[in-house]
């Protein structure tokens, strides 16, 4: 409760400092605030950069809009000069005849062009967003998850949902509108002024109080995006994360107290959604209002030409019914694009603050960065790459740690694994077994001495190249909503049932399988509801063993574990360890009795022992916590 107060708070507290900040900037050199307007904002870069590669379909788009935008004006020179014919010349339909053949011509052209715009536009803005998504989730997938920078799983959903959706109005409609701000309404004046200048005039002076009005409006719309956008993410973040935990909230009765948590930032998101409405109204009343304006006095000027109180405007010669109507029908289009313009003017600022919030987690480097290895995947190569194992392991006088500037883990780690080996990592919860799982991943570099794989050690994009050789079984193995066919070959998509069910008898798990209501098709919940622990992770086994994986790496197996079940997963462990290194870390007496080599993890520092020296090994030293273990206090933090 104090924690969503204080990031309330805090939001009040940083708009009084950017108040600060705004007297402070005014006090600049005018040459200084002048070049920081020239240079684009990090957000506009960051769009610029993600929709390079649709740059051309986007000026294709750009285009098929202007050339609809001006079809207005044979629609209306059709419309306008084919009543005149049929009212003034009194041509009769004859006279008529022409004009409509034009009218009609004119209208499923522009209807044609819209349409083909709209589809390109659809289509850009799919693919930029499928594009982001996929950036994005191979950017989390890349992302080490012991880092504790690493962002909650509500703020991920929302960036990967809502932030990202919030692009397609700017991508599909706003991108276009700045072209045919252009051109359109320079035609339309154009057009009006081989008539009448006066008219032109009257557009003219009517017509840039939009965009200066927009301008004024478009700051405020900016940090009102900015608010809504903060405000949604924290929403989504804290109902992931209390939707994750509600059995322990009921449990502890804390229903209520999250229930007021949520209260006050639906609120605060409901506030800042009304801010950003209650702009785009008043943008929008003062485009109508201007444009109402323009149209009203091109209207009066018409109708008194016409009726001859005024013979000034033209170029000689009276504004006749056809030409009079020729000019009201062009008003309107000429505020069209400023129209579409103004409802569409906060899709910028949306946009905006959603790329404040995404280039955070995409940077462009690193999004230019992917395209390179993407297209340069796509050219064929000539020599296959052979599959990359891992045949040894050593770690030289190695400090393993999680931060740089905190005392080590783990001090003089030294010891090497060969392909083959099964090596057990025994000792106390919190004692750092799992800080060696975790440089065997990758996740971890050493702060001071070496790890090598296969004699070498390696940088990230090493690591990252060979992770996928790597097996992991967690305590905690997850389990997706689907099927059992589907979780179990999730690392071999293409395996056959077959190889499936061969994999599930080796892990012990075909006899519950078969027992199940639609066997390997039946429909495991989310986590693996609906079927045991011990299930679970004799699932995990079988999808490890489907794995191409020479290094298979553990943590806690038989941990909540019966003694039955225990020892069928030990034994399952076993078999996937045929010609695999596979590295278990356990405080289970039973599963290191089982292994190659025994490494021994106290007070910071890991020890190589004998069988016989586990059997005389205190039962204690492995069932309690290490009060003054490196990785306690860690643990118990979060």
Not at 12 to 19: E, S, V
Not at 85 to 110: E, H, N, T, W
Request: glycine share 6%.
């Amino acid at each position: 409760m104090q924690s969503v107060k204080g990031r309330i708070a805090y939001r009040f507290m940083t708009k009084d400092l950017a108040a600060n900040d705004k007297t402070f900037k005014d006090r600049a050199p005018k040459q200084e605030r002048a070049k920081r307007r020239k240079e684009k904002r990090p957000a506009d870069q960051w769009l610029a950069a993600v929709l390079l590669p649709h740059a051309s379909t986007l000026s294709r788009k750009a285009w098929l809009d202007v050339a609809s935008g001006l079809m207005a004006i044979p629609i209306a020179f059709s419309l306008a000069f084919g009543i005149d014919a049929l009212v003034a010349d009194k041509s009769g339909l004859s006279g008529l005849f022409p004009y409509a053949l034009a009218l009609f011509a004119s209208i499923g052209l522009r209807a044609l062009l819209a349409y083909l715009a709209g589809r390109l536009g659809h289509h850009v803005s799919s693919a930029v967003r499928r594009d982001l998504r996929g950036l994005l989730a191979l950017r989390l997938a890349n992302h080490p998850p012991l880092d504790k920078e690493r962002k909650a799983a509500g703020e991920v959903a929302a960036l990967g949902s809502d932030v990202i959706e919030a692009l397609n109005d700017y991508t599909a409609r706003y991108l276009s509108l700045k072209r045919q701000l252009i051109v359109i309404p320079l035609m339309i004046l154009i057009a009006s002024a081989s008539i009448s200048w006066a008219a032109a005039l009257i557009l003219m002076v009517c017509g840039p109080l939009v965009p200066v009005f927009m301008a004024i409006v478009g700051i405020r719309a900016k940090k009102a995006s900015d608010d809504q956008i903060s405000a949604l993410s924290d929403m989504s973040s804290l109902f992931l994360d209390r939707l994750s935990g509600m059995t322990t909230l009921k449990l502890f009765r804390a229903v209520g107290r999250t229930r007021e948590e949520f209260d006050i930032l639906a609120t605060d998101y409901r506030k800042a959604t009304m801010r950003v409405l209650r702009i785009a109204f008043l943008s929008s009343a003062a485009l109508e209002l201007f444009a109402a304006l323009g149209i009203a006095l091109t209207a009066i000027f018409a109708a008194y030409h016409y009726l001859g109180s005024i013979d000034y405007g033209t170029y000689g010669a009276p504004i006749t019914l056809g030409t009079g109507l020729f000019l009201l029908l062009l008003a309107p289009e000429f505020f069209s694009p400023l129209r579409e313009f103004a409802v569409a003017y906060h899709d910028k600022a949306t946009a905006q603050a959603a790329a404040d919030r995404l280039m955070q987690v995409l940077p462009i480097d690193w999004i230019t960065a992917q395209r390179s290895e993407m297209e340069t995947a796509l050219v064929p190569s000539s020599t296959a790459s052979a599959p990359i194992t891992i045949d040894s392991v050593v770690f030289k006088s190695a400090n393993l740690g999680y931060l740089e500037d905190a005392p080590a883990v783990l001090k003089d780690v030294s010891f090497r694994f060969e392909k083959g080996e099964k090596i057990a990592i025994l000792g106390a919860s919190g004692s750092g077994k799992s800080t060696i799982l975790g440089a065997l991943c990758g996740f971890l570099s050493p702060l001071a001495g070496n790890l090598e794989i296969n004699h070498q050690a390696l940088d990230a994009e090493q690591w990252a190249a060979l992770r996928p050789t790597i097996g992991w079984i967690g305590q905690r193995p997850h389990i997706f909503h689907g099927s059992v066919l589907m979780n179990v070959r999730l690392a071999a998509p293409k395996a056959d049932r077959d190889a499936v069910r061969q994999a599930l008898e080796h892990a012990h798990g075909d006899h519950f399988v078969t027992q199940l209501p639609r066997d390997l098709l039946t429909i495991l919940g989310e986590t693996g509801f609906g079927i045991s622990g011990g299930q679970v992770r004799r699932l995990a086994i079988a999808r490890a063993m489907l794995s191409d994986a020479s290094l298979i790496l553990c943590d806690e197996p038989t941990a909540d574990l019966d003694a039955e079940t225990a020892s069928l997963v030990t034994d399952s462990l076993m078999q996937i360890a045929e010609g695999r290194l596979l590295v278990v870390a356990t405080h289970d007496r039973s599963v290191a009795e089982c292994c190659d080599r025994i490494l021994y993890v106290h007070d910071g520092r890991v020890q190589a022992i004998s069988h016989a020296e586990l059997a005389a090994l205190d039962e204690a030293a492995l069932a309690e916590r290490t009060a003054d273990s490196p990785l306690h206090t860690k643990e118990d933090a979060s």
